[in-house]
C-alpha cells in the first residue's frame, strides 16, 4: 500500500503562486509515475502535470509556462509550482501515483483545495 498526501492549496490572488507538495509513503517501491490532476465543479477531471522516477514530466496545455513539476526521490515527495495563477485553475488538485505511463492510477491523495480570487 502507497499513503499520498497532499499539501500546500490555500487561497490567492489572481497572479499569485502557490506550491503543492505529495508526499508518499508506503510501498513506494511500486511507484513510478506520480501525476497532479485537478478537478473544478461541473468540469471534468484534468491532468494537470505528471512526473516520473527517471525525471521525465509533462505538462497540460491549459497550465503550461506557468505551472512546474518537479520531483524529489530522496525524500518520495513531488511537486507542483504553480505561477501567475488565474481564477480558472481554482480547483481541488489531486495526486495519483501509477506504476508505469500506461498503468491506472493505483493510489490517490485526499486532494488540496486551490481558490484563486479576481
Known amino acids: 500500500q502507497v499513503q499520498l498526501v497532499e499539501s500546500g492549496g490555500g487561497l490567492v490572488q489572481a497572479g499569485g503562486s502557490l506550491r503543492l507538495s505529495c508526499t508518499a509513503s508506503g510501498s513506494i517501491n511500486s511507484i513510478n509515475n506520480i501525476d497532479w490532476l485537478r478537478q473544478a ?3 471534468q477531471r ?3 502535470a505528471g512526473t516520473s522516477r527517471d525525471g521525465r514530466t509533462i505538462i497540460g496545455d491549459s497550465v503550461k509556462g506557468r505551472f512546474t513539476v518537479s520531483r524529489d526521490n530522496a ?3 513531488a511537486y507542483l509550482q504553480m ?3 488565474k481564477p480558472e485553475d481554482t480547483a481541488i488538485y489531486l495526486c495519483a501515483a501509477a506504476d508505469s505511463d500506461a498503468a491506472p492510477y493505483e493510489y490517490w491523495g485526499q486532494g488540496t483545495q ?3 480570487s479576481s
Request: net charge neutral; hydrophobic share 40%.
Open 41 to 43: 465543479p461541473g468540469k
Open 46 to 48: 484534468e491532468l494537470v
Open 75 to 77: 525524500i518520495n515527495t
Open 83 to 85: 505561477n501567475s495563477l
Open 114 to 116: 486551490v481558490t484563486v
